[in-house]
């Protein structure tokens, strides 16, 4: 009789151990699991209710009918590049290790830069916009006044209990995004049945309608423009901020059974199902606006003025009250994405204080230290950045920037020193996809610093310069980057058990 095969955690930690890395962290998520953090963080109750302005302010309702196909669609194809990579390097911050097998050291670096500022600013944007839907939904009831230290004692307050959460281990976490993910999806389908049911009337040929809403006429979110494509563009921020956060699938590789199969299914269902849900919600939001002009004229009140005036008062609260359930979660989710994150660049030496960075607790098995690091990087930037839409482009920016890097260096490795694939694999046409993630990026960019978040073009030249100061003078002779030779592998050898006794783990 044939002997039976290792078990899907025995050739996780064998890859983890190929790639010199030991298993610290629990493995304890399932497909499920991996899918749902990557799904909680794109979460269209969050970005696709906060950001509504961005697209009704803009180009009406083309904005959402078909700015979210589109928006959708680029998402789609980042999620196809970041999967055929994580199938090959199923890591813990996988962006930065796939950068640097795939690009050199430098370019792992500058990736590990880039994706670290956008996930502790989409947490700062996140829980701004969560503070900002409750401010318009419950706060009026309780008595409570919008104002700046309201905003970050109340950011601090939520993101210091998503981070002791998550300080109580993966199992924590993972329920509570379990259970976001079917909460997403029961209020997407609700909230959408709902204003599609209670619309006056469905005119669906809003769905395609372009509108110049830019200046006074749409509240002011946007400046004063003639060129309704530049209008439509500015709108697209709405979905593309939406659809971020994704690689918290691939951050969560070391905690996944089989990682090399289901973390890449998972990076793409969760965005493709949040693409859909949000689509329909946009579309059924579009056709229960009562008068478009006077919602455009709404701005960041918008999504509330429709709900005042189509849905009943007690089914409008239990919507409310999901939609804040969800973005609390949310924000749960980019905790862990973020502290995965600072663990697998400090445990590369990255950071300062890498070593405290990137210890991991014997009793919960998470980086104690990087999350609650984390977490206050992101109430600081609130502190910062007082507009939400400045928070938002920066997010895009970063995120998707640091998105295209491995993707890019993927393009140029593919078929060269890159031979060896995972089992997902898009074969040739990997680099076609590659190719167009790096067009988008670039887009990204271009409507992510236009008039009025050109504040978010002064941050990231600040954090350019800054990043330019620590490389040149310390870390491009200090930082040796994540091991790859066979040489560097095996001197970790030692290291790996010792870390892995450290924490409890049991060999099999």
């Keep these: 009789m044939a002997k039976p095969g290792p078990s899907a955690s025995e050739e996780d930690v064998k890859t983890l151990h190929k790639m010199g890395y030991a298993q610290e962290l629990s493995r304890t998520m399932g497909h499920f699991s991996n899918f749902a953090i990557s799904f909680s963080i794109s979460c269209i109750l969050s970005g696709g209710i906060n950001s509504l302005a961005q697209g009704t302010s803009g180009a009406g309702g083309a904005a959402l009918g078909i700015g979210w196909l ?24 996988g962006l930065y290790h796939w950068s640097s097998i795939l690009g050199g050291r430098f370019w792992g670096w500058l990736t590990a830069w880039m994706n670290l500022l956008g996930l502790i600013t989409v947490l700062a944007a996140i829980n701004v916009g969560t503070y900002y839907f409750f401010i318009g939904s419950f706060a009026p009831m309780l008595g409570i006044e919008d104002t700046y230290v309201t905003k970050v004692a109340f950011v601090a307050l939520i993101t210091g209990a998503h981070a ?19 909460l997403i999806l029961a209020g997407a ?27 006074a006429a749409g509240g002011d979110v946007w400046p004063q423009t003639a060129s309704i494509m530049t209008v439509f563009m500015l709108g697209m921020l709405l979905p593309i901020y939406t659809l971020t956060g994704y690689d918290a699938s691939a951050h969560t590789s070391e905690e996944t059974h089989k990682a090399a199969h289901h ?30 002009d006077e919602a455009a004229k709404q701005g960041w009140n918008v999504f509330f003025w429709v709900m005042d005036a189509t849905i009943p008062q007690t089914l409008k609260l239990v919507i409310y009250g999901i939609i804040l359930v969800a973005q609390f979660i949310c924000g749960l989710a980019t905790v862990t994405s973020v502290s995965r994150m600072i663990f697998a660049f400090a445990r590369d030496k990255g950071l300062p204080m890498s070593a405290t960075l990137a210890k991991v607790s014997p ?10 690091v984390g977490a206050a990087l992101a ?11 400045v928070a938002v482009a920066v997010t895009s920016i970063a ?17 060269n020193k890159w031979k060896t694939m995972g089992p997902w694999d898009m ?5 076609v996809v590659a190719f167009l993630c790096i067009l988008i990026a670039g887009f990204i960019f271009y409507i992510g610093t236009q008039p009025p978040n050109d504040k978010a073009l002064i941050f990231l030249g600040v954090i350019a310069v800054i990043t330019a100061i620590v490389w040149f003078g310390l870390e491009m002779r200090r930082f040796k980057g994540p091991p790859i030779s066979e040489a560097d592998v095996a001197a970790r050898q030692g290291a790996i058990a010792a870390a892995e006794a450290a924490v409890g783990e049991v060999k099999r």
């Design 363 to 372: 009793k919960w098995r998470v980086p104690v230290a990087a999350i609650w």
């Design 189 to 215: 389908i609700l909230l959408t049945g709902a204003l599609y049911f209670y619309a006056e009337s469905h005119d669906f040929s809003r769905l395609w309608t372009f509108t110049n809403y830019s200046g």
């Design 263 to 292: 973390v890449p299914t998972a990076i793409i269902h969760s965005v493709f199902w949040a693409v859909l849900f949000a689509w329909l919600f946009s579309s059924a939001f579009v056709l229960a606006i009562p008068n478009m």
């Design 427 to 431: 074969g040739p046409l990997f680099r």
């Design 164 to 182: 002791l959460i998550n300080h109580l281990g993966i199992r924590t976490t993972s329920r509570l995004t379990d259970f976001s993910g079917y």
């Design 399 to 415: 995120l998707y920037v640091s998105y295209a890097m491995p993707i890019g260096a993927g393009m140029l490795a593919y078929g």
């Design 70 to 93: 589109v928006g959708g669609g680029c998402a789609l194809l980042f999620a196809f590049g970041m999967a055929q990579i994580a199938s090959a390097y199923p890591t813990a911050g």
């Design 379 to 389: 109430v600081a930037f609130v502190a910062y950045a007082d507009a939400y839409s």
